[in-house]
Nanobody, 128 residues
């Protein structure tokens, strides 16, 4: 059974940084595409960043490009999201997701609908 546990959220001022972590269990992470999603009040969950199997290609939403960096350590079964130059509009609950589907392994951003395993989320609040 796949389990994902996110951590690292918190309250930060605009311009600050946070590093989110996701600890995975019940799977061999190297065979999965991994992603970070976020959901803010009144909005649908959106894909922020993802890594396809083999870490290529990498996807970043336009809103975070140049500010966020996704990474993974397969042997530790962890996925991270380094978030710099945070903005108030980054405020959301951030979720880690994984997908073992072939289409996600090839190109994670084209298969966000296949990410069905989630953690409980970690809240990020950016004050202005």
């Amino acid at each position: 059974q796949v389990q994902l546990v996110e951590s690292g959220g918190g309250l930060v001022q605009a311009g600050g940084s946070l590093r989110l972590s996701c600890a995975a269990s019940g799977l061999s992470l190297e065979y999965y595409a991994v992603a970070w999603f976020r959901q803010s009040a009144g909005k649908e969950r959106e894909g922020v960043s993802c890594l396809s199997a083999g870490d290529d290609p990498i996807y970043y939403a336009d809103s975070v490009k140049g500010r966020f960096t996704i990474s993974r350590e397969n042997y530790k079964k962890t996925v991270s999201l380094q978030m710099n130059t945070l903005k108030p509009e980054d405020t959301a609950i951030y979720y880690c997701g994984v997908s073992g589907r072939f289409e996600a392994q090839l190109n994670c951003s084209a298969a966000f609908n296949t990410f069905t395993d989630w953690g409980q989320g970690t809240r990020v609040t950016v004050s202005s």
